[in-house]
């Protein structure tokens, strides 16, 4: 029973992180399951059928905030569904030990890339006249697809930092597209496994248990997505990508526990300074914006003014006119005496 409570209480915090950072629940929940004993393929499984239901809520809390670009939905989706079927059918047979290096090798690069590009660099402006085109989305989908069902997570560190550093794409609109998107990726995943291992291969109590921690989550994170600010959230997914694969790295190669800890602590140290340095240059970009719309204010109350004051000129003006006519009428006139 604890086992649940505490698998439950996952579910939670891994969608709370996946619905507002696009990625995280696979890895989060299938390191927990690894740690209580389970095999990696059984791992994947009971996550990926829990993901059904915590993508399901996602999706539609997502949409609902209006997150979602149902364009990039179906295009990244439909080859990355395509790729967890074989990733789920591959490693329900296989191995993929050796593979992990290279895979989180892969990533760690995405990750400090875009913790570099968000944290220290202006934010590049969407370009919606540039749409994402199926032949960049289409390998993203069957990419991170198939690292999602072999790795136990991989779908979302994958295409997020993807589509963020296209440019071309809200942050807010990656996450909901992308946590959207894994729905299908769920199905075709947990299909290829019930083929590939049978009924057997999912443990019921930890899919319940992930799955309502996920669906209780999910409303939460799809609101938190639309508070944080684009150049803070490309600086907190940098950092989980980096940290998460950097960990995975040290532990494939059997790194000793001095040297792990040191690498991990001095990751987060910069992790830490980065999302700090992000919120001072969020707060600054405020302060210039305030100033900026005071002066405007103030140029506009002071362009009110003048218009007021030269109206009031020439009404005065117009009086003294229309007086002056007066007079003139009433001198050419008869004398009234």
Sequence with gaps: MQTLVLLALVGFAAQLVDGALGMAYGVTSTT???????????????????????????????????????????????????????????????????????????????????????????????????PLRTRFLAPVGLIGGFLDATGGGGWGPVGTPALLASGRIEPRKVIGSIDTSEFLVSVAASIGFFIGLGAEGFDLGWVLALLVGGVLAAPLAAWLVRKLPPRLLGSLVGGLIVFTNARTILITVEASPLVTNSVLIAIVVIWAAAVAFAVRTLRNDRRLEAEAATSDADASEADSVTDAAATASSDGTASADQRLVAENAGGTGPDPR
């Design 32 to 130: 927990l399951l690894l740690a209580i004993g389970a095999n990696p393929a059984a791992a994947s499984a009971s996550v990926h059928l829990a993901e059904i239901g915590t993508t399901l809520a996602s999706g539609a809390s997502h949409w609902r905030f209006g997150n979602v670009d149902w364009k990039v939905v179906l295009r990244i989706g439909i080859p990355g569904a395509i790729g967890a079927f074989l990733g789920a059918t591959v490693l329900s047979s296989l191995s993929t030990d050796a593979a992990k290096p290279l895979m989180a090798g892969i990533l760690l690069a995405l990750g400090a890339y875009l913790l570099v590009r968000f944290t220290f660099r202006a934010l590049p402006k969407v370009d919606s006249a540039k």
